[in-house]
């Protein structure tokens, strides 16, 4: 037995909805052949509690939209481990520490996944496209908590590199004086050249 046409559909519109919340390491589990409660477990992590909450709420908004709406709602005070329980579909949005601790693929590895893409496009939300007016070819600079929705590692990608024009001034354009500047008194950071 594999989950219901309904059951995929709702799954990967929750899903959609929690990448393009930019939640993070989402997967939908196939569990209809294990459990006789549901269909499916969407599977979604996010760094902070704030962002579980705001990816609680559009999933929760997009699939209202579609006519379907969740029986029942566990942790949402707490915002650490939110499930959304849907009878075919329960969603799982958990904070980063929480996904990797319970580590729910694990616990259900001999389940088939349902492949989910992210539609909301290549590098939507992790800083992966350049800034509109941007030179060709230019990345905006990612933090190490930077994570790409799209894969199913959790591993945060590195930092992009920036430029040093020579004078120790970064692509931020943050004013460092050569190790070998005389201080003259002038303004502090300044070397008065």
């Known amino acids: 037995m594999t989950a219901s046409p309904e059951a995929r559909e709702t799954a990967l519109l929750a899903a959609q909805a929690a990448a393009d919340k ?9 569990v209809s052949d294990r459990l006789a409660i549901t269909d499916a477990f969407v599977l979604a992590a996010a760094p ?8 609680v709420d559009e999933v929760e908004e997009r699939l209202r939209r579609h006519g379907v709406k969740p029986v029942r709602r566990e942790g949402v005070a707490e915002a650490r481990w939110v499930l959304l329980d849907f009878i075919d579909v329960v969603v799982h949005v958990q904070h980063a520490e929480e996904r990797a601790y319970y580590a729910l693929e694990r616990l259900w590895k001999d389940c088939p996944t349902i492949p989910f893409v ?3 496009g290549p590098g939507a939300g992790t800083g992966g496209e350049a800034a509109e007016g941007a030179p060709p070819g230019s990345r905006t600079t990612l933090s190490a908590d ?16 920036v430029e040093d024009d020579g004078v120790g001034n970064g692509a931020r ?20 050249r």
Not at 48 to 55: D, G, K, M, P, W
Not at 149 to 161: C, F, G, Q, Y
Request: proline share 16%.
């Open 48 to 55: 902070n509690e704030r962002q579980v909450q705001a990816i």
């Open 22 to 30: 930019l939640a993070t390491n989402v997967s939908i589990v196939d």
């Open 173 to 192: 354009g943050d004013a460092v004086p050569p190790a070998d500047a005389q201080d003259d008194g002038s303004a502090p950071g300044t070397t008065g």
């Open 118 to 120: 992210d539609r909301s």
């Open 146 to 161: 930077d994570v790409d929705p799209s894969s199913a590692d959790p591993t945060p990608l590195p930092p992009e590199p």
